[in-house]
T-cell receptor, first 114, second 112 residues
């Protein structure tokens, strides 16, 4: 597609429920990243996919967080047993691998855990 | 010391003013540098890359000082639409942009 697409744009869930967030990167971009941004905070790296390589999961805050990228394109970030501290904007970005032109972000999913 | 440090501001300037933002980074191996802009409740968007020789894009000028590990962004003739948070971003020195390190941003408000 023309840009990075994320869905849903907003999600309100009850504490303890599981949620799935979707990201559809720019066609042809081999690298895909998940970040989260809490209110008034900087971007926190979560996970990185590059082609068929094993993902870099070093930023995932706990084992309740997992992500997949199917067929080198669409990615799903899953949060199990959500907690209130998981409330944040979850941003997906894609890039041309090692491009020095930086990332293109999607508009994010605003997750609120009540 | 934070990996990327920025003055959080806010900077309040009148239209037409010139304003400069500074950023320092801790990893001397960093090779790629960017300024992103983030509007309130929106995603970050790439404003410009920063090159060793310095670069200009219209009213925006970026400078890099590797010896001091310092990056700057200069905005001339500020417009109301320049009001946003400006994020300084560097790579982590591993040769690609797999891990970009993000500053917390500098807030700019341009007033009429």
């Amino acid at each position: 597609g023309a840009g990075v697409s994320q869905s849903p744009s907003n999600k309100v869930t009850e504490k303890g429920k599981d949620v799935e967030l979707r990201c559809d990167p720019i066609s042809g971009h081999t690298a895909l990243y998940w970040y989260r941004q809490s209110l008034g905070q900087g971007l926190e790296f979560l996970i990185y996919f590059q082609g068929n390589s094993a993902p870099d999961k070093s930023g995932l805050p706990s084992d309740r967080f997992s992500a997949e990228r199917t067929g080198g394109s669409v990615s799903t970030l899953t949060i199990q047993r959500t907690q209130q501290e998981d409330s944040a904007v979850y941003l997906c970005a894609s890039s041309l691998g090692g491009s020095v032109r930086g990332y293109t972000f999607g508009s994010g999913t605003r997750l609120t855990v009540v | 010391r934070k990996e990327v440090e920025q003055d959080p501001g806010p900077f309040n300037v009148p239209e037409g003013a010139t304003v400069a933002f500074n950023c320092t980074y801790s990893n001397s191996a960093s090779q790629s540098f960017f300024w992103y802009r983030q509007d309130c409740r929106k995603e970050p968007k790439l404003l410009m890359s920063v090159y060793s020789s310095g670069n200009e894009d219209g009213r925006f000028t970026a400078q890099l000082n590797r010896a001091s590990q310092y990056i700057s962004l200069l905005i001339r003739d500020s417009k109301l639409s320049d009001s946003a948070t400006y994020l300084c971003v560097v790579n982590n020195g591993d040769g690609n942009n797999r891990k970009l390190i993000w500053g917390l941003g500098t807030s700019l408000a341009v007033n009429p």
